[in-house]
């Protein structure tokens, strides 16, 4: 009998401590989706330091094109969770946890979108011969998670590389 009620203690306490999880992650995500909801609104521009330098992963550019690797960290929250980057209806590459691709585009003005619950936008002013760096994430969203493309840096991508592998 007396096992039977610590039983039943043991997982009333358990079912407590389980709810008062849940409210805490409602709380953080509701706070994270007022955070992201300022940063979706309105699309990113950039004219991103391009380097003609390349790391041990990334060759040059080719001639006359430009080049742009987009990587995203390998990170357990939202591991799950893959996006498309696209440029209009064109779809460049998929990026998922801890990968990256790079895409060959002609010099020029460029918007690249991702799609989820919500639609994030950056736009990029691609030179010949320069090499750029995209940094895709998930943030918290209210049902699913939110990707974000925002603009990097060659030593960021090369501090995670050897955590990286190339996108299929």
């Not at 990587?71 to 799950?80: L, N, V, Y």
């Not at 895409?103 to 799609?115: D, F, I, K, L, S």
């Not at 750029?132 to 603009?151: D, E, H, K, W």
């Amino acid at each position: 009998m007396l096992c039977k009620l610590q039983s039943s203690a043991l997982c009333v306490l358990l079912a407590l401590s389980g709810t008062a999880i849940a409210q805490e992650a409602e709380t953080a995500t509701a706070i994270a989706s007022a955070e992201v909801a300022a940063e979706a609104s309105a699309p990113t521009t950039i004219d991103a330091q391009a380097t003609t330098a390349s790391s041990g992963l990334i060759g040059a550019a080719p001639e006359g094109k430009g080049q742009i690797v987009f990587f995203r960290p390998s990170k357990f929250t939202g591991a799950a969770i893959g996006f498309k980057v696209r440029e209009g209806k064109t779809e460049l590459g998929k990026l998922r946890n801890g990968k990256y691709f790079v895409a060959q585009v002609e010099p020029g003005a460029h918007e690249y979108t991702v799609h989820s619950e919500a639609k994030d936008v950056l736009n990029l002013e691609v030179e010949a011969g320069e090499t750029y760096y995209v940094q895709g994430t998930i943030t918290m969203g209210f049902m699913a998670g939110r990707p974000n493309l925002s603009p990097s840096d060659q030593a960021t991508f090369d501090g995670m590389s050897d955590k990286l592998k190339l996108a299929e």
